[in-house]
């Protein structure tokens, strides 16, 4: 009997090495331990950035996560992924296509402001969202409420085959760099409101779209203010190899995406297979359903729409990080250090061009996730987050400055621009 007194004691050791393991584990996965802080910031010392920071204060205050699970990029992202936001609202626009060269038809969704803008200007902006979304997404929803309210026209594209309630008129779909209907779009607002100014935002492949649209063509960036990129990872080439490593579950986040990509890709079969022979289609399909990554989709199907002979051509072709440095309005590039998607190594792009370019700011934040950028107290976030308010306060700042200022002969905000040299 002697021997068995002990085993009370031993149990209890096991339930409390039990609930400290799990307490570890939750402290772990959740990341408790991490602090906060404000964005780790790259940028040169001039008159104009100085002026954004003072004016922005996100972009120099902590960006305070939700206490219990806002530190997890994973949870920030899976949030955003299913969600998108919380209770967020239904703005009213009016749908626009528009036919393009090669039969496409090019949606996008207008929305008028819901005020005057604080300079008394009209200022649009030009919205790109993220990989196969469009307008009816929740956080484009959010963020255009945000906007409207607070005097901005907003033109979200609805990215070529991404609404499952538009046919495609031609065999083609949204690729990751293509610019065209995004350039569709923002001529259109130019010829509609002779007299607005754009304010440019991408959000993750919507990111690399308009900076590489932006670097294209130096005409591109006439009328334009600012631009704003969220979360792009730059380079589809140095991507690709970060995203077949199961580091951050990148892997898993991987296949997740492809399995969304072929959904659209599917939904649109006739327009896109249609024209070619049984056989053809068959093995199109084949190894559509067979892929498990991004990858093979882009090398099977997607490269395919633009005529690159090679994955590899594909994703240097798309890319913004050729383009990017022909940039020269201000240019706003955020990221997150716990951003599931968005390899560290990628980071070097935005970090290198903010410390050699004048008009480039990098806020780099410890937590967000991608695209989540939640905030909120303990447990429930917001439904406003802190991407939504630095979008609109870094805006804000440069209308202010350009408002402020006396006018050069060319009216625009650029790198080395007369507005520079005389503050």
């Known amino acids: 009997i002697s021997d068995l007194i002990p085993l009370p004691a031993m ?29 780790d910031l790259t940028y040169q010392d001039t008159p104009l950035n100085r002026f954004l920071l003072k004016s922005c204060p996100q972009l120099t205050k902590e960006y305070i996560p939700p206490l219990l699970w806002g530190k997890s990029g994973h949870l920030q992202t ?62 484009i929803r959010t963020f255009v409420d945000y906007a409207q309210k607070d005097g901005y026209r907003c033109a979200v594209l609805n990215h070529l085959g991404a609404l499952p309630n538009i046919e495609l008129t031609s065999p083609r779909m949204f690729t990751y760099g293509c610019t065209w209907e995004f350039a569709a779009m923002v001529g259109y607002i130019k010829r509609a409101y002779p007299q607005t100014q754009l304010i440019v935002v991408g959000f993750s492949l ?5 900076c590489k649209f932006l670097g294209e063509n130096r005409t591109n960036q006439e009328r334009v203010l600012c631009c704003v990129s969220v979360c792009q990872g ?70 395919k729409f633009h005529g690159h002979s090679s994955l590899k051509e594909y994703y240097e072709k798309e890319s913004c990080v050729h383009y990017i440095h022909n940039v020269n309005v201000p240019l706003l590039l955020v990221n997150s250090a716990d951003d599931p998607l968005v390899h560290d190594s990628l980071l070097t792009i935005p970090r290198t061009l903010s410390a050699k370019k004048q008009n480039v700011i ?22 406003l987050t802190w991407m939504d308010k630095v979008i609109v306060g870094y805006a804000n700042a440069i209308c202010q400055w350009k408002k402020q200022k006396p006018p050069c002969q060319s009216g625009q905000l650029s790198e080395g621009s007369c507005v520079e040299e005389k503050a």
């Open 11 to 39: 149990f209890d050791g096991m339930k409390l090495a039990a609930v400290a393991t799990v307490l570890y584990i939750i402290v772990r996965c959740l990341n408790l331990k991490s602090p906060t802080a404000p964005p």
């Open 362 to 383: 990098f806020a780099l934040t410890l937590h967000g996730g991608h695209l989540g950028f939640f905030e909120g107290a303990v447990l429930f976030p917001q439904p």
């Open 78 to 139: 899976a949030l955003y992924g299913k969600l998108g936001r919380v209770s967020s609202p239904h703005p009213t626009g009016i749908r626009k296509y528009l036919p393009m060269q090669d039969g496409a038809t090019a949606t996008f969704d207008l929305f008028e402001p819901l005020g005057d803008h604080r300079t008394g200007d009209d200022i649009t902006m030009v919205i790109c969202p993220g990989i196969g979304n469009h307008s009816e997404k929740h956080y």
């Open 234 to 303: 730059y380079s589809a080439l140095r991507a690709q190899e970060t995203f077949l490593q199961w580091d951050q579950f990148r892997r898993f986040y991987n296949f997740l995406m492809a399995d969304n990509m072929k959904k659209i890709i599917l939904s649109h079969r006739h327009s896109l297979f249609g024209g070619s022979s049984v056989k053809t289609i068959d093995t199109e399909l084949s190894r559509l359903y067979t892929a498990t990554s991004l990858m093979q989709i882009d090398d099977n199907i997607m490269r």
């Open 206 to 210: 919507g990111g690399n779209i308009v």
